[in-house]
């Protein structure tokens, strides 16, 4: 296995970690700052819309900059955005902070698939994407729960801090070991947004951006939604989640197989009224242990397996 990969897919990791763990430490932000579970769920919007405007945007303005100091600075911007989120004292401060975390992970992403496709033999560029990619998944399965159970024991500072660290150490790896990469050839944001003209794609777009919008809605307040069974033991809650992010990670690789062998169509719409369904019934199925974590399979497995067939399409 390439080390320079790996370095590339621990930056990934903490990526989506910083963006799922704030679910199992919403609680606790709002009891520590004074306000509302509602008010608190805004970390997860301004680094989410910071991230999703920034990303094409930048990847166009930084199309010609150089590679390994672009992905420095983007950890460099993650790193202090996340220090800045663990020492804040105020709600107006952390959301800065989480939308210039979400800022540095817009830069870094993008740029870390094109350099690791770039490291890569033509042969070896699937694997290459792959590895760099199992960084961002593996953190619903590993960093989501980690961060939790690490907030379990300490507060939430303690898992921002987390965060924080996994950066630093991805941007010391990336400037000591990933060597000069070739600039790409630089494209322009209106020929990147040109696709979306066509309604086939923008429906696809819709259908992603209704469904996810959904599936993660509710997972930034898994904390309150499972109350009940986890009578708010961060402990528990991230059992709950390892439960989720495993579900998450099978459905993936599962949805892989399903398309090669059914209509993306057929699996699209099957997974979107079992979740669907699943939903409805969270309310109940949330008072126990046992259904709460089946609910959480069905729940991953559904949300997660919905990535490849969209791809597909």
Known sequence: MDRRL???????????TDNFVVAGILPGVANSLHTSVGAAGLMVTFYALTYAIAAPVMAAVAGSWPRKPLLVG???????????????????????????????????????LGVASALASPEKRGRALATVTAGLTGATALGSPIGTFIGGFGTWR???????????????????????????????????????RDTRVALTLLTSLFAFGGFLMVYTYAGVVLNRVTHGDERMLA??????????TVGNLLAGRLVDKFASRHIINAMLCIAAINFCALPWTSAHVASAALALIVWGL???GLIVPQQHR
């Open 6 to 16: 790996l370095i590339l897919a621990l930056g990934m990791f903490a990526m989506g």
């Open 158 to 196: 303690t898992t921002l801090w987390f965060v924080t660290l996994l950066g630093l150490v991805a941007m010391i790896g990336v400037w000591t070991m990933l060597p000069s990469v070739a600039q790409p050839q630089p494209i322009k944001l209106r020929d990147r947004l040109t696709p979306v």
């Open 74 to 112: 983007a950890l460099s911007v993650f790193v202090v955005g996340n220090a800045i989120s663990a020492m804040a004292t105020d709600l107006h401060w952390v959301l800065f902070a989480r939308a210039l975390a979400g800022f540095g992970a817009a830069l870094f992403s993008p740029t870390a």
């Open 302 to 304: 559904c949300g997660w």
């Open 239 to 248: 059992g709950l989640f390892l439960v989720w992010g495993v579900a998450a």
